[in-house]
């Protein structure tokens, strides 16, 4: 795919939505954080319905430690994985407050030595609460960047690399929001609503779905 087409992309998707952001609830970076480390393998509207039950109360590093892991289960007894996100939750929780004075750290290697927090995580937290130009790449856009040819890679720390390089300045800070949109919503992994889709003709995937 060639640059002007990888632009006019963005252009559309922009235009299209000129705010996106995430579909986690949030008031905080720590909330936000927690937010993204409770949605692995799990929907948003899963953790956000979980989250609006505990975070007025208790979504603060000191609120955490003090609601502790069984504490924090039995509010997110829902999601999956929850055990092991409830331990690594109360764990960060402590850390950043021991650590950073209750202050989650802005930078990636301080994010991703926090429990539970891998790169992923540490990017959707650089870019949706600090405003940095990071591409959190998770299975949605893996999938569009490789059916649409716009930065096709073997795994996903290949595509993050190959976005990073190719998505021109100017769509950096929102190119990962829309290109999950558009996944979640449009481009979905078993039949692609082609049709429906406003950058079909820009895009490169053989198999496409008849109208
Ligand atoms: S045309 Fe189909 S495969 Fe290509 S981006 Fe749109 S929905 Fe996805």
Not at 15 to 39: C, D, G, K, M, R
Not at 69 to 93: D, H, M, P, Q, Y
Not at 130 to 152: C, Q
Request: with cysteine; proline share 6%; hydrophobic share 40%.
């Amino acid at each position: 795919m060639n640059a002007a087409k990888r632009r006019e992309i963005f252009e559309r998707l922009r235009a299209a939505n000129p705010q996106p952001t995430t579909e986690l609830e949030y008031e905080t970076p720590f909330q936000l954080l927690i937010a993204v480390l409770l949605s692995a393998q799990a929907t948003d509207k899963s953790v956000n319905i979980a989250t609006r039950k505990f975070f007025p109360q208790y979504g603060t590093p000191q609120g955490l430690v003090q609601l502790g892991e069984a504490g924090l289960t039995e509010f997110i007894k829902t999601i999956g994985l929850f055990r092991t996100k409830a331990k690594n939750a109360v764990a960060t929780s402590r850390i950043i407050l021991e650590q950073y004075r209750g202050v989650v750290p802005q930078s990636r290697e301080a994010l991703e030595a926090l429990p539970g927090v891998g790169r992923k995580t540490a990017n959707v937290v650089l870019n949706t609460a600090f405003g940095m130009p990071t591409m959190a790449v998770d299975t949605h856009i893996f999938r569009v960047s490789n059916r649409t040819g716009l930065a096709p890679g073997k795994n996903v720390l290949d595509v993050e690399l190959k976005l990073e390089k190719v998505v021109p300045a100017e769509f950096k800070q929102d190119a990962h929001h829309w290109l999950i949109l558009h996944g979640r919503y449009i481009c979905v992994a078993r039949k692609p609503k082609c049709p429906q889709c406003g950058i079909a003709d820009l895009c490169d995937y053989r198999s496409k779905t008849p109208a």
